[in-house]
């Protein structure tokens, strides 16, 4: 492994995450994240003869100031400051990237990548952001040795610098070596991080757990859904159809064995009393009350029964708008405690028009709750009066002569609600089609032209179609949107809806036996009306896998806060008492009984770690490689080299430093004046022989080697020794 390249390998690799942290937070516009994107990929590729270039020198001179003046004017425009700061020094990160220039500026990579993960804490702490701060941990004390290794050659041997032999250090050379790092060492180097992961959890988990409003600047990003604010447009929903961002997560009462791959169930989000024409729907009514709670509960219509209503888990992300999804005939709400009694504080819910629940809470907060369901038989009684029934009831005036025709043609002959409504619901569903392109949406009547020309459309032409189509044959009823079900998870044992799930469907007011209440009818076929599928094979497992993980990281990480941590160390504490219980513990400790277990445990211990140890160093020696006998062998020929050298030294020979040991002991040998000059000459042959030619030094060669050396140096060797003008004087 190339010294040099491993360590810019290593930086880059930094840089890539820190840079990474930050634009897959989904907090930067598309037009930055993209401009990111291409000036990361040109860093990477600038090669090592444009980083020394004079070009390179200006970039990273005038480009940072530019790119400032631009942020600026972008602030005075009225851009968010934190964005900016961010795009900056992810900007800052490239343009250093790719004018680096030796072991400082990549100290200051490193630097600004671990400045871009802290930046990742405020703008996403999603599972993005873990796989970038796990892949940084593990790679940072590999990159900052070799850093460290990088300054302290450039920084010890400069231009024209020798060795302690004599020899001229080519620091280019040093850098292209294979010889100063390998494998091995890297792998050992990188596992300094295990250490330092242990000990980050423990604080993790140990320090307290408290609120921090000081930290103002939070990320305001959550997914934007169509379809659930006050108004909707024919022409603009349906094309997140094909999204696949996970928004909900939900375990039913109940699986089969084993689990559906699909589970159709409507999610109510918001719904619409109001149709203007021009496919435009809105809401009369802008009205909100707070919901009130029992403890953890929230009651909707009666306290809830887990012995009688069925009872679903729920995991919503954060969306714009905060709507709450619910199944149909949801009775009350609760907010789930974690083990050992603690509950977290749940956000305050308001009940707006048409029975759209809404909750406050911080737009990056995943909301937990199980919904109480009442079962299928519950007769439920939801008085309806004339006022809101007129509201239910109204059509716009420019609605089409023969739409209206077409609602008395379908239900002639039927006298209840009920039956009007399986009746239109059938034709929709059985004579028209389901496509995502909505070819009627730039109509200026698009439920005419549905339901005349174009005979196919998205969700939402069925759902207002049937509205209409109801409401002309005076059936009371509200457009609703919501989610449709979704796909089976099998790592994390949830089903996943996604954006692409979003659907829509009606509500329509049946009365029968002198009590009224909202039944749900779906026109659309079933082709759009369940759960999209995502791809199957490598790909879909790889799906199901990253979403798994993304759930336990918001659960357990993101979401690991202050009676989650009480939850823990109860448990902890428990687990500890029964382990106690169960060896013995406390009654060894009180009636005086030796602590031999563990002593033994600690004696066991040191026996395996020093029986590691031992199998270690001897794989170690028997497994050397050429390469490693090789620099061994360079390494002690060095070294006896150097104490002959300080031996000659002590005899008033000292060697110039321009001189090579072995022309140096040749001029000695040709001077003649040096009795010793011999002997020091086939030392240094030998020396140039195991050093450079490869020929190997037996350990009697070493000792003989030392012994000719210490002769050499003795006092006793004065007058054999000393040069001729040395003794004259």
Known sequence: MKFGLTHRALTSALATLG????????????????????????????????????????????????????????????APMLDLAVEFAAALQIVRLATRRGATHDQQ?????????????????????????????????????????????????????????????DVPRILRSRRVIGPGFLALTCLLSLPIVVFTALLFILFPRVGLSLLLFQNQHALRSTGFSDTVDLSGVGAI????????????????????????LRLRGTAFDEYRGGGHWSRTSSDRTVLSRMGSEVLLSRPGDPDRDAVYHFELEPLEPTVLFLPAHTVALRWPAAAGGATSRPPPLTRGAEETLRYEAPPDRVLRYDAYVAPAGELQDEALSDRERARYLQLPAELSTRTRELARTWTAGLATSAQKAAAIQRHLATEYHYTLTAPSGGKPDPIDDFLFVSHAGHCEFFSTAMSLLLREVNVPTRNVSGFVGGTYNRFGGFYAVRQGDAHSWVEAYLEA??????????????????????????????????????????RYVIGYDLPTQVSLMLRMQRSLDSARKHVGYGDAVRSGAPLLRPLLLVLAVLALGGGARWLWRRRRVETETPATARARQQRVATELWLQ??????????????????????????????????????????????????????????????????????????????????????
């Open 19 to 78: 840079v990474l942290a930050i634009v897959l937070s989904g907090a930067l516009p598309k037009a930055s994240v993209a401009l990111l994107l291409l000036g990361l990929a040109g860093a990477l590729l600038a090669t090592e003869r444009f980083q020394q270039s004079t070009a390179a020198r200006y970039t990273a001179a005038i480009v940072p100031s530019v790119l400032l003046g631009v942020e600026l004017l972008r602030f005075v425009g009225g």
């Open 109 to 169: 990579v490193i630097l600004l990548a671990l400045l871009h993960l802290v930046a990742g804490t405020v703008l996403d702490k999603g599972i993005a952001y873990g796989f970038c701060l796990f892949g940084f941990l593990l790679l940072a004390p590999g990159a900052l040795v070799l850093s460290h290794l990088r300054r302290e050659v450039e920084g010890n041997y400069r231009q024209g610098a020798r060795d302690r032999t004599g020899l001229p250090v």
């Open 241 to 264: 159809r094909t999204d696949p961002a996970v928004v909900i997560r939900f375990r039913p009462p109940a699986m089969s064995d084993p689990p559906a791959t699909r589970l159709v």
């Open 513 to 554: 036996h002198g009590r009224g209440a909202w039944t749900t009818f779906d026109p659309t076929p079933a082709a759009g009306a369940q759960p999209i599928v995502e791809s199957a094979g490598v790909a879909g497992t790889l799906r199901e896998m990253f979403e798994a993980i993304a759930q336990g990281w918001d």
């Open 644 to 729: 002959l050298e300080e031996a000659l030294s002590a005899r008033g020979v000292a060697r110039p430093r321009n001189v090579p040991p072995l022309r140096f002991t040749e001029q000695l040998r040709a001077e003649g004046r040096w009795p010793f000059a011999d002997e020091a000459w086939i030392l240094a042959t030998r020396y140039a022989e195991a050093r450079f030619g490869g020929v190997p030094l037996s350990a009697e060669e070493e000792r003989e080697f030392a012994r000719r050396v210490a002769v050499i140096r003795r006092p006793d060797a004065h007058s054999a020794t000393t040069p001729p003008d040395a003794r004259a004087t």
